[in-house]
């Protein structure tokens, strides 16, 4: 927002909670924009009105939207199975979620993707930075060098290119979004890939009994709108990784799959593209395409190794 907007003070009340672009004021509702400290209803009113005489609000054709869509980039999981079965890896301006049971290398995959972001890729793809939130405490940094190596990259190089933050709450998950998107913000086209390993675990602790479900949903579905407009605003990848829990009406209805990934509707909608992944033998899982608006429901074996996330051999 370098031009003039309204005056200083109101573009850093706007920063402060992480709007830092036309477009982002044109994806934040009055009522949002009401609530940020020290803004006014005629004021959130002209700053509305100047936000859309600069960037028209409006249309697109199909052709210009086709454009648009030319700068997505795919990162790699580091199995060429796996980026197949995505079409070419982790999409950008989209949120991507994997979710399983314990052990199915969600976790993993996250680490193999703070160092495959980094790497040139195809299409032109240039590689980028990285924000890691860490929401069970299991980023471990030891695992990123090895991951390194079986690419020959630098190990300090690699660690210096992903941030890193520990949230606590739900609530801290919710404020951390507001430093990525000045972070992304600020060395606009450097990041490429937001990841939040796990996305439900602390709304899970936060909100635990049945008669606090809405509240939660509610909290999740502004947080889950909140990384929507980021992964469009900056171009960035957003991958969350998502636990699963035993659906208590399956044993009434014979369901083939007991398990089911949580946060319900609101997720299942947010999430542009989601996977299932599940144990093989050994080393091996199997990653499924349980949701995506382009992909088919299929499915890709994959290993997790030293060097993280990689095919599996014959
Ligand atoms: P939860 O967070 O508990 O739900 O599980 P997750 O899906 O995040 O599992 P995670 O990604 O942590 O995967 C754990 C699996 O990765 C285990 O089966 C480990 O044996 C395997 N693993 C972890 N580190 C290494 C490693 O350095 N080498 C190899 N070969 N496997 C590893
Ligand atoms: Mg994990």
Redesign the pocket.
Known sequence: MEISLQNVADIKKLKAVGICTIKGIQMTTRRALCNVKGLSEAKVDKIKEAANKLVEPGFLTAFEYSEKRKMVFHISTGSQEFDKLLGGGIESMAITE?F????????????TLCVTAQLPGPNGYTGGKIIFIDT?N?FRPD?LR?IADRFNVDHEAVLDNVLYARAYTSEHQMELLDYVAAKFHEEAGIFKLLII??IMALFRVDFSGRGELAERQQKLAQMLSRLQKISEEYNVAVFV?N?MTADPGATMTFQADPKKPIGGHILAHASTTRIS?R?GRG?LRIAKIYDSPEMPENEATF?????GIGDAKE
């Open positions: 994997a399983g049971e314990f052990r199915t290398g969600k976790t993993q995959l996250s680490h069970e299991t695992r090895d390993d796990s990784t636990q992944l144990k080393e290993a997790i190794t030293t060097g």
